[in-house]
């Protein structure tokens, strides 16, 4: 109980400074997302990181709660943080995740794990301290820690776009999964280009992916039905996410 008992401490100085919801109902979700974590680098988390994180969080939640339209601010924020995440998520795809089956994703590029987290060392973005190339395990622990982070923060902007009623009321038709999967498959395309690997959709179909990002942040009411009118198709789900929907799995 002492994360849940630091958090909600840390909690309770600051709302007696903030009456934004918004960092209410984030706490409540890292309570239950972060304490009960099966991930042994959160449930290590040094207090100075857990303080980080709630003043992360704290500073995101205040910007959203002042935003003129907190609904475009939320999906700015939202769509930024799946774009991080798809980029590491296309090396970890193989049969049974949500994503396998979905056109425009191999679940192929493992692979090619420590060529991505080498050119991500060479640009900062990851902390390497060693002058030797990292191998497939240290590619994949570094790619995997922005991989979790990244999906934290997508988890904590989808709680906030649930909180502001931007959803539809049926599952199997709300917007939260096809950005993925478009998000997804555009990286995948984009990753192939660039290391000049072979193709499995072509460029206009990246560009119909791609678009479904853009009618996200343009504010469209409901980006899914705006995609499949713009292109007068349904929206190619794999043939596994009906299942689940009426599972109730996310």
């Not at 570094?142 to 649930?162: D, G, H, P």
């Not at 709300?174 to 498959?185: G, H, K, M, V």
């Amino acid at each position: 109980m002492g994360l849940l008992k630091n958090l909600g401490g840390m909690f309770n100085r600051r709302k007696r400074i903030s009456t934004n919801p918004l960092f209410e109902i984030v706490l409540t979700y890292l309570q239950k997302d972060i304490h009960d974590s099966p991930h042994e680098s959160i449930q290590n988390l040094s207090e100075a990181s857990k303080e980080k994180i709630l003043q992360e969080i704290y500073n995101v939640t205040e910007t959203l709660w002042q935003a003129p339209d907190r609904v475009l601010a939320n999906r700015e924020g939202l769509l930024e943080s799946m774009l991080h995440q798809v980029d590491c998520e296309i090396f970890m795809i193989e049969p049974g995740h949500k994503l396998a089956g979905f056109n425009g994703i191999s679940g192929e590029l493992k692979d090619f794990l420590p060529e991505f987290a080498q050119k991500r060392i060479d640009t900062g973005e990851f902390d390497w301290k060693q002058k030797t190339s990292p191998t497939k395990d240290e590619a994949n622990k570094l790619v995997w820690s922005k991989w979790l982070r990244a999906n934290q923060y997508c988890k904590i902007f989808n709680e906030i776009r649930l909180y502001l009623k931007d959803y539809h009321t049926n599952q199997e038709r709300d917007w939260f999964f096809p950005l993925q999967c478009a998000s997804a498959a555009f990286a995948e395309y984009n990753f192939r280009k660039e290391y000049g690997l072979t193709q499995i959709i072509d460029g206009t179909r990246a560009q119909q992916y791609g678009s479904f990002l853009e009618f996200v942040s343009k504010g469209h009411k409901d980006p899914l039905e705006e995609w499949e009118k713009t292109y007068n198709e349904l929206f190619p789900f794999p043939s596994s996410y009906y299942a689940e929907s009426r599972n109730g799995k996310d």
